[in-house]
């Protein structure tokens, strides 16, 4: 089942997400309120940056599944996207109205492990940044909080950090690197 | 594979495609709608009436428990077209968009007729048949390919740049970062420039 | 400027014909005002159309349905069956080759306290009931029968309003014409406010208004007084 691949539409947007990272998004473009509604039979759609260099490492996106939607106060349709897995997108064309479609596969990522080490620092942390958000608060309405490949990754979709060097963490960076920089920079240990 | 998510209520149970490469001929039917307009043809309209009938009547069947009422269905929808072809404008719309209004309105009607006892025949006010027209293009920019809008955003002081791409990207912001930990911002801005270089180097150069 | 619109999830129902005429005729009204919605549902009728005439449905459709073990045998027997009935619909209907006129339907009008307004397009087949008064407020009933379903034109004279209410059901509210305002803020001409059980408000129109409503249960007054009022929930919606 993991390698059969799957024709999805992409969203470009620089965002990310890794699997179990919920985003809020505005669809107001013909075409993205189409791939909404294509999603929902489809199972989804992929995010993916167009700014990403494509040597040495392929393309990838985050495969998302909408978890909620609502009409904004302007009336601007919101849909709320939860990241169900990383994938490497292979072969990408343009359909109706320059709608791209891609095939993937799905990329096997440590953020979708579990466990239940407790990670005090960075959880408690990453729990106070939440309810000091409403909208991430609203967004999460289950916080992983005791499992830490949950907040690292967390932590790596919120820092300001550049997205190239985020990038580095889908194909070629581990859990170990991931948690010792998010370390480094919320609490000073290495 | 193909998981069908659930949390937005769809209604399209008989509408589903496991790809997108099955295209319809959309310039077939709407020729075939012309010549029925046109000239009344008889072949048109069969070819018309051998591609939506046999769909038209499965729909139905999910709708519908009884076969009478589903041929019911099919009967009146292929009439409307039969009829009304004259009202197809193939610059509106396509031509699958047509059938489907009239399909859903006479749908609508027989169900009506059935649960409220009324032959009122609402469907064509609440959804016109000659203006089904497909979406005409709005002047929507893409908000996010549109380099002009990137530019702005670039343009604007590194704080409100920030709050504008965190409404798509989720990120904080280093101040809010520094506010987060109790920090003062310049050492947050050391701790990121000393953490992404211990990183550079284990990673190695390659990924710049 | 239009401010509160259908959601999405209503939008889809709409478009594939799943609402009671009451809410369909009520996403028409509003969809007619605003541009927005309009191109929203243009969209979803496009797609769903496109997906209802595909060919290759019949093996996934099946994942949808089963409830009912009927959808699967397409037997050949059918088939044939289907191809004699499909072949004698063809004849029937290109019998005769005169074709539709359309009529298009002319708007109706209604006066409440003098004061007349133009009806949306969408009404104008539609039956009313008797005017009835209680105050600053007039309402007459769309005759739809749909059961626990009410359907109404609602009224509120220049200074006038609907006392605290909840309900258990829901109340739409499209407004026709005028503007009136409750805790949350101003609506105007044009708006589609949905609100369920949950909610109580207390409408006010300082100029006056005309509302479409549907709600599916009476009213109750939930403040001191206006228990007393609790009769006229049943009045007004």
Redesign the interface.
Known sequence: MTNKTTNLPIFPLDVFLLPGGITRLRIFE?KY??MV??SS?LGGFIISSNKQQHEPSSRWGSWVEIIN???G???V?EIDVKCKSLVELTMVESEIDNLQFASISEINHWSEKQSSTHLILLSESLLSVFENNDLLNDLYSSKLINNPYWVVSRWLELLPIPHDVKHNFVFNSSYVEAKKLVNSIISKEI | MVA?QTN????????????MT?K?DHTQLSAWLKEVADA?C?IA??HL???????I???A??KFPNEAQS?EV??DT???V???A??FDSDK??A??W???I???V??DI??KI????E????D???P??E????EE?PYEDHLENKQLLRVIEALPETQQEVVKGFYLMEMSQEQLANHLNLPLGTIKSRLRLALAKLKVHLGEDND | M??H?P???LL??F????LP?SL??AI?IHADM????Q??I?????????????????S??N???LD?S??FD?SIDDDLE?DA??DS??S???FS????E?VK?TDKSVTFKDKTYVLP??????GFGKTANVGKLSRSRLQ????EIHTNLLHINAGGGVPAHTHKGFELTVLLDGSFTDHEGEYNKGDFIMLDGTFTHTPVSENGCLCYTVANDALHFTQGINKLLNPIGSFIY
Request: aromatic fraction near 8%.
């Open positions: 013909a309120l189409k509604g294509l039979t939607f609502d009409n106060d302007d009336g349709l | 069908i937005l209520p769809t209604h399209v149970s008989h509408a589903k495609s496991s790809s099955d319809i009344r008889k309209f069969t009436f051998k591609f939506f009938a046999p769909k009547q499965r729909i069947r999910s041929h099919v009967q292929m009439s409307n039969w009829r009304k004259h009202l719309g396509a699958t968009t059938v489907y209004t399909m859903r309105n749908t609508f169900l009506r649960k409220s006892n009324r009122d025949n609402l469907s006010d609440i959804w048949i000659a089904s027209a497909a979406a709005q | 239009i401010k619109h959601k999405f999830e889809e129902a478009v594939n014909g799943d005429a369909s005729i028409t605003c541009p927005l919605c191109q929203k243009l969209q979803l009728t496009e797609q769903v159309a496109e997906q209802s005439f595909e060919e290759d449905v019949i996934l459709d994942l949808d349905n009912s009927s959808h397409i289907s009935l499909f619909m063809i029937n209907i290109t080759e005169d074709v539709a359309v339907p397009t969408v009404l104008s087949n539609i739809l029968n749909e059961d």
